[in-house]
């Protein structure tokens, strides 16, 4: 009994691994929730569906689409493949990364960082698509980024929409070890200035690197972010809470961080909690154990929790993922 009981977990093990490497259509429970390379997924709900949009996990050149994946019950994910891709944004050529998606007044706003820009010099930065639909197709919003130079020493990369509870719209952004807030305007072609005449606000905290995301919980504001290389075991997520979104964010801990019996390099993350529900997942990418190439990535899911006192406990990942939950 022993011995069958051992051959079946590694079958199962081998099943695993070759859905990860492959990238065919192993059905499996579990983690990761679709199979491919994909990384900095951003998770959504829309319509009593669930979404992610994840980075293409390759090699820059090769990053000149984005795929998205739907699904009723957090299990079954079904692909809606190049809902963008640079043929329709002529200023994007390559290295389109985590992308950020907002409804607002009927439309679909995804927001992406294009070209991986190292200076002003250089053409690119954080692009609109605009859409009627969740899986798009998505089009120029603007025929140019919005944002396309170093403000704050922050790189126009790893965008995120968060919409306040008044309605206003942040673009909160950044990529080497600084983090911008700024105000987006109505029709999402612009920023309205802070009252001090200001339009990019650094709101970075202690170990920050990128990914930054944010979301309200009783009537507190959420900031989480990515520390550590993406490239290496050591990429996790952190998170700071405050009474407003421009801060201050003072980093409390770490909330996700690798597991070297199940993977390494977890972080760049987003959140989805259930509208009816206080149920919170937090959708993230990982490295499988054993490989080298940094962009083998994988998408996962797990479960969030808060304590007594509203802070997040500390997430365990693993291959199980999530159970089924309906919107309904």
Excluded at 93 to 107: L, Y
Excluded at 218 to 226: A, E, L, R, T
């Amino acid at each position: 009994m022993r011995s069958i009981l051992i051959l079946a977990i590694l079958s199962f093990s081998a099943i695993s691994v070759y859905s990860q490497h492959s990238g065919k259509s192993v059905k499996s429970p579990g983690n990761p929730v679709f199979p491919g390379w994909y990384a900095d997924p951003e998770g959504a709900v829309f319509d009593q569906t669930y979404w992610i949009y994840p980075t293409f996990s390759d090699r820059y050149e090769k990053q000149v689409f984005l795929d998205a994946f739907s699904s009723k019950d957090l299990l079954s994910w079904k692909k809606h493949p190049g809902i963008l891709d640079t043929a329709g944004f002529k200023w994007a050529k390559k290295a389109v990364w985590a992308p950020s998606i907002i409804k607002k007044d009927k439309k679909y706003y995804l927001l992406f960082g294009a070209n991986d820009i190292q200076s002003d010099q250089e053409a690119g930065g954080i692009g609109v698509g605009i859409a009627d639909r969740p899986e798009g197709p998505f089009k120029d919003h603007l025929g140019k980024p919005l944002v396309d130079k170093f403000y704050n020493g922050a790189q126009p990369i790893d965008q995120f929409v968060f919409k306040d509870k008044d309605g206003q719209h942040y673009l909160i952004y950044g990529g080497w070890k600084h983090c911008n807030i700024a105000k987006l305007n109505p029709g999402f072609s612009g920023f309205i200035p802070f009252p001090d005449g200001t339009v990019f606000k650094e709101i970075t905290p202690d170990n920050y690197v990128e990914g930054p995301y944010m979301f309200m919980r009783n009537g507190k504001y959420y900031f989480m972010w990515s520390e550590g290389g993406w490239t290496g075991p050591d990429y996790s997520v952190a998170y700071a809470i405050s009474d407003s979104p421009l801060g201050p964010f003072k980093r409390i801990g770490k909330v996700l961080e690798q597991d070297p019996k199940i993977a390494t390099g977890a972080g760049h993350h987003s959140v989805i909690k259930h509208p009816h529900k206080n149920d919170y997942y937090i959708v993230y990418h990982r490295r499988p154990l054993g490989e080298t190439d940094g962009n083998h990535r994988v998408t996962c899911i797990d479960r969030m929790e808060f304590d007594a006192n509203g802070y997040i406990k500390p997430v365990s990942i693993t291959f199980e993922g999530v159970k089924a939950n309906s919107i309904k």
